[in-house]
């Protein structure tokens, strides 16, 4: 599996926009690129996710670089409420039982300081 | 309304016993998945499934079983020879596609002692 490297920790104001970003330099071209988060004692939620073009949806938006070795997940307003650890993910969307499966890292844990 | 229920929320048991989680799921997906979660750390799966009848072993399947006869439920089983079982077990689900959106569970917290 292609491989991710995320800040361990990051800290943002609440109201500001938050960019977390996301280095996966191996990344071939089936890899799509998903945003997890997981709240304190909760399960992950499915954020968003992306294969070469920018993303938008009611939760974020996804930037992705050029040449897809990195991108970021930004968060246009931190409210209290995004304080989580985020996952991002690559997914290899080839064919085969591998495309099933999530690899998820540490992450980065974001806190929001109201 | 739809979603994953994994029950009990908090489990304790004794070193030696086999323990059954349970998964259970109404979003008819086809796509089963179990992970475990150590403090600090990601997830890692233990088993999945994407259809009934069928699973295959993730990346830390040793003293672990599963079964998948329904598909709404796909009950994990920690058995004894699991050397460290005390951690967050997370069950999933999914449709398979492209997008391959993964669903979680609240998840069970196991401590063997």
């Known amino acids: 599996d292609a491989k991710t490297t995320q800040p361990n920790s990051m800290e943002s104001n609440e109201e500001e926009p938050v960019h977390l970003p996301c280095n996966h330099s191996t990344i071939s071209g089936t890899d799509y690129i998903h945003w997890y988060r997981q709240l304190p004692s909760q399960g992950p939620e499915y954020v968003i996710h992306g294969l070469t073009s920018n993303v938008n949806n009611r939760m974020a938006s996804l930037a992705i670089a050029e040449d897809r070795k990195s991108s970021t997940l930004i968060l246009h307003r931190a409210t209290l409420r995004d304080a989580a650890v985020y996952y991002c993910?690559?997914?290899?969307?080839?064919?085969?039982?591998?495309?099933?499966?999530?690899?998820f890292g540490k992450g980065t844990l974001l806190t929001v300081n109201p | 309304d739809g979603g994953i229920t994994q029950s009990p929320k908090y489990l304790f048991r004794k070193e030696g016993q086999n323990v059954t989680l349970s998964c259970e799921q109404n979003?008819?997906?086809?796509?089963m998945y179990w992970y475990r979660q150590d403090p600090g750390q990601g997830l890692r799966l233990i088993y999945y499934?994407?259809?009934?009848?069928?699973?295959q072993k993730g990346d830390i399947a040793e003293g672990y079983s599963v079964s998948r006869e329904k598909k709404e439920s796909f009950p994990l089983t920690v058995t004894s020879a699991q050397k460290n079982p005390t951690a967050f077990y997370l069950c999933?689900?999914?449709?398979?596609?492209?997008?391959?959106?993964?669903?979680f569970g609240p998840g069970t917290r196991l401590t063997v002692t």
């Open positions: 979003l008819n997906h086809d796509a």
């Open positions: 999933a689900s999914s449709i398979p596609g492209a997008v391959h959106e993964q669903y």
């Open positions: 993910i690559l997914r290899d969307a080839g064919s085969g039982g591998s495309n099933y499966k999530l690899t």
């Open positions: 499934s994407q259809i009934v009848n069928d699973f």
